[in-house]
T-cell receptor
Framework: SQTIHQWPATLVQPVGSPLSLECTVE??????LYWYRQAAGRGLQLLFY??????ISSEVPQNLSASRPQDRQFILSSKKLLLSDSGFYLC?????????FGPGTRLTVL | GENVEQHPSTLSVQEGDSAVIKCTYS??????FPWYKQELGKGPQLIID?????GEKKDQRIAVTLNKTAKHFSLHITETQPEDSAVYFC?????????????FGQGTILTVHP
């Protein structure tokens, strides 16, 4: 069976610090992977998606970047965090036609 | 661009009653319509989905109906229970396949009172 992991679960970072969030998927190969951000518990916004290693598509201009160094690993990064980067970050993968989400990372930028 | 409107934003029902949440969309190329349930502090969970070649789909107490002509689809929960309390999101795959990208509604906070 497939599982999706996100690390860390929660993170508190100062403004201007770097960021690295990790997402890994088990039990499937070459999945489409997605990063979403959710503000205030409502409305998921697609940030990036990837259809393969090294292939990243950005949906909105922002202070963040994504990378896919391995088939089942998707990383969300920033060189300098802004207050507006606070939120709940969710990774997702596709299985069949369904899209399945990880447990999320709660990021607070102070 | 793609747009999904979800109503109501909050819904309060008594245990045992039915709950209905509706979404309307504008992209006629959309052909996949999932519904997600999100509990506090957790990732959204896919609870039911429907494709455009089907008008209705049911799974125990939940059902989804689709009216492709009118561009709206609805989630129906019957015999609601307190554990159904959560935020529910609809979504569409605007533009057809588009690499599986989903556009989400703004969510409905459902509260089921015992």
């Amino acid at each position: 069976s497939q599982t999706i992991h996100q690390w860390p679960a929660t993170l508190v970072q100062p403004v201007g610090s770097p960021l690295s969030l990790e997402c890994t998927v088990e039990g499937t190969s070459n999945p489409n992977l997605y990063w979403y951000r959710q503000a205030a518990g409502r409305g998921l916004q697609l940030l990036f998606y990837s259809v393969g290693i090294g292939q990243i598509s950005s949906e909105v201009p922002q202070n963040l970047s994504a990378s896919r160094p391995q088939d089942r690993q998707f990383i969300l990064s920033s060189k300098k965090l802004l207050l507006s980067d606070s939120g709940f970050y969710l990774c997702a993968y596709i299985l069949g036609s369904g899209q399945y989400f990880g447990p999320g990372t709660r990021l607070t930028v102070l | 661009g793609e747009n999904v409107e979800q109503h109501p934003s909050t819904l309060s029902v008594q245990e045992g009653d039915s709950a209905v949440i509706k979404c309307t969309y504008s992209d006629s190329a959309s052909n996949y319509f999932p519904w997600y349930k999100q509990e506090l502090g957790k990732g959204p969970q896919l609870i039911i989905d429907i494709r455009s070649n089907v008008g209705e789909k049911k799974d125990q107490r939940i059902a989804v109906t689709l009216n492709k002509t009118a561009k709206h689809f609805s989630l129906h929960i019957t015999e609601t229970q307190p554990e159904d309390s959560a935020v529910y999101f609809c979504a569409i795959n605007a533009g057809g396949t588009s690499y599986g990208k989903l556009t989400f509604g703004q969510g409905t906070i459902l509260t089921v009172h015992p």
